[in-house]
């Protein structure tokens, strides 16, 4: 079965850095899209971050300049490197998936999220 793990949310001063990190792990054949959402209260959930598994990046417009997204295709892992956090960066961050199993078709997989708390 596959899941998606993140780990590295939690509460920082505005101005701060937090390091997210997800996980995919199962019996994966291909992982296409990797990326980052969020969620914050009263919200509708949004993208933040997307990679390729060539590489290729695309960012919301709110976190262009303070947050990178990157991936190690070799562990399946997603980062998303967070700098210069502001109290609007609060919600809780969906790792996002679109992968092929051994034995399924494509399809998109989340995790449980992960709650970043950015404290003015």
């Known amino acids: 079965q596959v899941q998606l793990v993140e780990s590295g949310g939690g509460l920082v001063q505005a101005g701060g850095s937090l390091r997210l990190s997800c996980v995919a792990s199962g019996r994966i054949f291909r992982i296409s899209y990797m990326g980052w959402y969020r969620q914050a209260p009263g919200k509708q959930r949004e993208l933040v971050a997307v990679?390729?598994?060539?590489?290729?990046?695309n960012y919301a417009d709110s976190v262009k300049g303070r947050f990178t997204i990157s991936r190690d295709n070799a562990k399946n892992t997603v980062y998303l490197q967070m700098n210069s956090l502001k109290p609007e960066d609060t919600a809780v961050y969906y790792c996002n998936a679109e992968l092929t199993p051994m034995s399924a078709g494509t399809d998109d997989y989340w995790g449980q999220g992960t709650q970043v708390t950015v404290s003015s």
């Open positions: 990679i390729s598994s060539g590489g290729s990046t």
